[in-house]
Structure formats: C-alpha cells, structure tokens
C-alpha cells in the first residue's frame, strides 16, 4: 500500500535535469537547424554578470523556505510546481488561446473543474472558470461580473476584507459600502442587514479567511440576507480557499459550515500562489452560472482560427496568460490531489501550528495572542498596559529577532491594528496612541509545526534580554 512506503522527496536537481533531458529530445524529432549566432553570449560576461545576479538575489533576501521565516504569506513553490513549471516555460504556451498552447488550455480546465469541486461548483448547470495572473484580476473579474448583472448597485464588503475590492470598486466605478466587523475580524451580520436596507446592494464579497488574521466571514448566514435582499454573493477565498479541503470540524481542520456554503455562492475566488503550492502567478475566478460567460464576449481579429471550441481567452479580462502557471498546477493537484487527504494533509500542520501557537502564549507571562486562531495566522503582542509601549516593544522585537546571526534569526511581521480593534478584543491598554504595531505570524509551511515551542521561547528570552535591557 501506498501509505507504508516512505514518501518521495523531490531532488530539484535531479527531476529539473530529467524534464530538460525529455524537452531536448522532443524538439530533435523536428530535425535540426542553425542556432542564430545573436543570441550568443560573451563567455566572460555571463560568468561574471550570473555571479553578481546571484548575489543580487541572494543579498538581502529573507528565507522564506526556512520555518524561522513566519511573518507574511511567502513561502517557496513546492519542488513538483517548479517542475512542471519549469518543463512548459522551455515550450513557452500561452493559454490566451487554444492555438497558444493545446495541453495546457487542456490542464487548465482540468485544473478548474477540481477547484470547481472542492467548492461544490460543480453540480446541477455546471459552472465557469478559468485561473487568472492573481487573486486581484480574479476578484476584479467577479466584481466586473457583478456590475454587469445588477448595473447602477454597490458592492457590500467588510472593512477588514482585502483593499483590492475597494480599488477594484474605483477602477470599475461602482460604489464600495464597508461593513463593520465583530470582535473577531468578521463580517457583522447586523451591520449587513442595515447595510442591505439602506442600500441597493448589487454584490457582498464574503471573504473566507481575511488576509490580516485569517477570520472567516460567516458565508452560511451571510447568504439568506443577501438572497433575500436580491444581492448576489462573491466568496473571496484567495487565501483561504484551500482550506475547504479541512473543513471537517476535525482538531486539525476548520469548521466546516462556512466552506460548505461557497457552493451556493455566486463566484469564488482562490489563490494557487498562496495555498495551493504555486509560484506567483497563479489565481482563479469561478462563476455557479455558466451564463455569465456572455459579458465576455468580444471579438479579436487575431487569435481564434483552428477551433470552434470555446477558448480560455473568451472567458477572461486577461488576454496573454502562462500555460506554465496551469501546468504546474495541474502537475501539483495530479500528486497532491484536491482532497483531504491529498493537499488537505499540507495544510493540517500549519493549523496546529497556530492553535499550538495561542496555547503557548496564554500561559505566557509576558505575551498574549491577539484573538483564537480560525486558520494559520496568529497575531500576538505583549500585556504591556500602554498602546505606545506595545507598539516599541513588539517592533523592537521585530528588528532584533531579524538581526541575529543567520542561524539564529527568526522572520516574523508587524501589523496594525486600532486602540478600538483590540479593545474589542478583551485587550485593555491606554489609548496613548491611535494604533499599534503588533506581530503576526502566517505558519503557512507545515515545518512550522516542529518550531512553535522554541519561537515562543526565543520571543520570552529576547523579550527579558532586550527590552529590560
Ligand atoms: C492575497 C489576497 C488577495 C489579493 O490576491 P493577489 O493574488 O495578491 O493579487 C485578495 N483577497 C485576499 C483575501 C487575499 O488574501
């Protein structure tokens, strides 16, 4: 059986060598020609210029392959993304057009039909698809969607969803109602049904895993508002999406009610290049109507003559787009299928990461954690008594932690939050300043797991060391 053999680490080196070898082969069954002498380099000058990239690249880069790098959403593609990757950008497709490259357009409905899956997209008519350069052009393609189906109507989203969807708003010159949030980050649902009474509300963008604390807006009571104020519903699960895989009530999943929901959603929005192991450039936008694919329909001269079948480029704003980005993808979920078991076991450690995370800092004396953890982020500060003193301590804490000899240096974030959020909170403190600077933490690679008790040691030891000093 499968499980009682030890899984395989990729050797990078070793699987990049052997696609390159297979490319190579393929393209000597067309029959040799002259390379053109132009694109010849000085021997002399790409040694030395690659020396200095490297060095460039390297300089002043922070780790994020390295579990002391948890601060922001970075993290590097998983060996097997940077394969297939790699492998398709020495063919180059771009899947703009069927003609720009036939097996990756082929993937990358693959690929969508098992997001289209995952979220329940894909029973009674179907649904509409296609993966995007990012979670941005993603959700400005559902709000553009949204303006189109109910011209002249605001967008409804929560004041700790991500800006993107007020720029978007402007960009698309629709108006952006915020709505307030409890004390946990999520949508208030009282504060939407005002929000829905005193405004014709074309859209609410529901987001399942806010980009600052990881909140999950509760979709499942957000909907009948919406439907019964003829509001369509767009989930922004760019960061959270893949954790519909763990929504199993389970210690080491997430509740389950609010990502069942997405399926009665109108679009849904998730990110590859965040949780779904994939170098940037990798987002989806997926529609339940197929029939909203109508506001695409353009005409171009330029692209469509060797198919009648519907082609990706008449179903997205973007026109070139890297076939690279849906084969890698397609490779990943082909060994990291989109189930519990598959992807879902990547993301188990970095939750109990964060859960062990909160655990730790209510017994600390000194640091506290900011509010219970829905997915892996974990937002922690010190029980000073002042928002000034907070603030200098924790970015102190910052700057020393990522000053320390290499081997040592621990990679956290900053981030801010009102005197009035952490109040809300239960956090008491006097408002000596407007905001505060506290430290975040996404456990976004399951090595976090191995690493928790000695961060929270590191931040009590350096805490005592450094600020008393
Ligand atoms: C990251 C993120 C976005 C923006 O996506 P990009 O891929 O960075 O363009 C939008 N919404 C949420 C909730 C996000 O986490």
Same mark, same amino acid.
């Given at each position: 059986m499968a499980q009682d053999r030890p899984d395989l680490a990729i050797d990078l080196r070793q699987e990049a060598g052997r696609v390159i070898a297979a490319l190579e082969s393929w393209r000597d069954t067309f029959g040799a020609f002259t390379p053109a002498p132009e694109n010849g380099v000085d021997a002399d000058t790409w040694s030395q210029t690659l020396d200095t990239f490297i060095d460039r690249l390297t300089?002043? +880069?922070?780790?994020?392959?390295?579990?002391?790098?948890?601060? +922001?959403m970075l993290k590097p593609p998983h060996p097997v993304a940077v394969v297939g990757y790699l492998a398709t950008m020495l063919i180059n497709?771009?899947?703009?057009?069927? @003609?720009?490259g036939p097996a990756t357009a082929a993937m990358e409905k693959e690929s969508v039909a098992r997001l289209a899956s995952m979220f329940g997209f894909?029973?009674? *008519?179907g649904h509409l698809g296609h993966l995007t350069s990012s979670g941005t052009i993603a959700n400005l393609e559902a709000l553009w969607v949204g303006r189109e189906e109910r011209p002249g109507a605001v967008i409804a989203v929560s004041r700790?969803?991500?800006?993107t969807h007020k720029r978007m708003g402007q960009v698309l010159g629709v108006e952006v109602v915020e709505v307030d949030v409890d004390n946990v980050g999520r949508m208030d649902l009282d504060h939407l049904g005002d929000v829905l009474s005193a405004h014709d509300v074309g859209t609410v963008v529901a987001t399942l895993?806010?980009?600052?604390?990881?909140a999950i807006d509760p979709l499942a009571d957000i909907l009948p508002l919406a439907r019964a104020a003829g509001s369509r519903v767009h989930v922004?699960?760019?960061?959270?999406?893949?954790f519909a895989l763990v929504a199993d009530d389970s210690d080491s999943g997430v509740a389950s009610r609010h990502f069942d929901a997405?399926?009665?959603?109108d679009s849904v929005v998730v990110d590859p290049h965040k949780h779904g192991? %994939?170098?940037?450039g990798c987002g989806a936008v997926l529609f339940a109507?197929? $029939?909203?694919?109508?506001?695409?329909r353009h005409d171009s001269?330029?692209?469509?003559? *060797? *198919?009648d079948e519907l082609h990706l480029g008449e179903i997205s704003l973007e026109c070139s787009r890297a076939g690279a980005s849906a084969a890698a993808f397609w490779l990943t979920t082909e060994v990291f299928p989109l189930t519990s078991d598959g992807l879902g076991r990547v993301l188990r450690p970095g939750l109990r990461a964060a859960r062990r995370m909160h655990e730790l800092l209510g017994q600390s004396q000194v640091w506290q954690s900011v509010q219970e953890p829905e997915l892996d982020i974990v937002g922690y500060l010190t029980r000073d008594r002042s928002a000034s003193g907070i603030d200098r301590d924790c970015v102190a804490l910052f700057h020393a932690l990522a000053e320390l000899p290499r081997e040592e240096q621990w990679h956290l974030a900053t981030y801010s939050m009102s005197i009035e959020d952490l109040t809300r909170r239960g956090? $008491?403190?006097?408002? @000596? %300043? @407007?905001r505060v600077r506290i430290l975040r933490s996404v456990f976004?690679?399951?090595?976090?797991e191995f690493v928790i008790e000695n961060l929270v040691e590191v931040l009590e030891a350096t805490h005592q060391r450094t600020l008393r000093a």
């Amino acid at each position: 059986m499968a499980q009682d053999r030890p899984d395989l680490a990729i050797d990078l080196r070793q699987e990049a060598g052997r696609v390159i070898a297979a490319l190579e082969s393929w393209r000597d069954t067309f029959g040799a020609f002259t390379p053109a002498p132009e694109n010849g380099v000085d021997a002399d000058t790409w040694s030395q210029t690659l020396d200095t990239f490297i060095d460039r690249l390297t300089g002043e +880069q922070y780790p994020f392959f390295h579990p002391r790098y948890a601060g +922001q959403m970075l993290k590097p593609p998983h060996p097997v993304a940077v394969v297939g990757y790699l492998a398709t950008m020495l063919i180059n497709p771009n899947n703009h057009a069927l @003609d720009g490259g036939p097996a990756t357009a082929a993937m990358e409905k693959e690929s969508v039909a098992r997001l289209a899956s995952m979220f329940g997209f894909d029973s009674g *008519s179907g649904h509409l698809g296609h993966l995007t350069s990012s979670g941005t052009i993603a959700n400005l393609e559902a709000l553009w969607v949204g303006r189109e189906e109910r011209p002249g109507a605001v967008i409804a989203v929560s004041r700790d969803a991500h800006y993107t969807h007020k720029r978007m708003g402007q960009v698309l010159g629709v108006e952006v109602v915020e709505v307030d949030v409890d004390n946990v980050g999520r949508m208030d649902l009282d504060h939407l049904g005002d929000v829905l009474s005193a405004h014709d509300v074309g859209t609410v963008v529901a987001t399942l895993g806010t980009t600052g604390l990881g909140a999950i807006d509760p979709l499942a009571d957000i909907l009948p508002l919406a439907r019964a104020a003829g509001s369509r519903v767009h989930v922004d699960a760019a960061y959270g999406g893949f954790f519909a895989l763990v929504a199993d009530d389970s210690d080491s999943g997430v509740a389950s009610r609010h990502f069942d929901a997405i399926a009665q959603a109108d679009s849904v929005v998730v990110d590859p290049h965040k949780h779904g192991l %994939q170098p940037y450039g990798c987002g989806a936008v997926l529609f339940a109507d197929p $029939a909203v694919g109508a506001h695409y329909r353009h005409d171009s001269p330029y692209t469509y003559f *060797s *198919s009648d079948e519907l082609h990706l480029g008449e179903i997205s704003l973007e026109c070139s787009r890297a076939g690279a980005s849906a084969a890698a993808f397609w490779l990943t979920t082909e060994v990291f299928p989109l189930t519990s078991d598959g992807l879902g076991r990547v993301l188990r450690p970095g939750l109990r990461a964060a859960r062990r995370m909160h655990e730790l800092l209510g017994q600390s004396q000194v640091w506290q954690s900011v509010q219970e953890p829905e997915l892996d982020i974990v937002g922690y500060l010190t029980r000073d008594r002042s928002a000034s003193g907070i603030d200098r301590d924790c970015v102190a804490l910052f700057h020393a932690l990522a000053e320390l000899p290499r081997e040592e240096q621990w990679h956290l974030a900053t981030y801010s939050m009102s005197i009035e959020d952490l109040t809300r909170r239960g956090i $008491a403190l006097d408002a @000596d %300043q @407007d905001r505060v600077r506290i430290l975040r933490s996404v456990f976004m690679k399951p090595e976090h797991e191995f690493v928790i008790e000695n961060l929270v040691e590191v931040l009590e030891a350096t805490h005592q060391r450094t600020l008393r000093a």
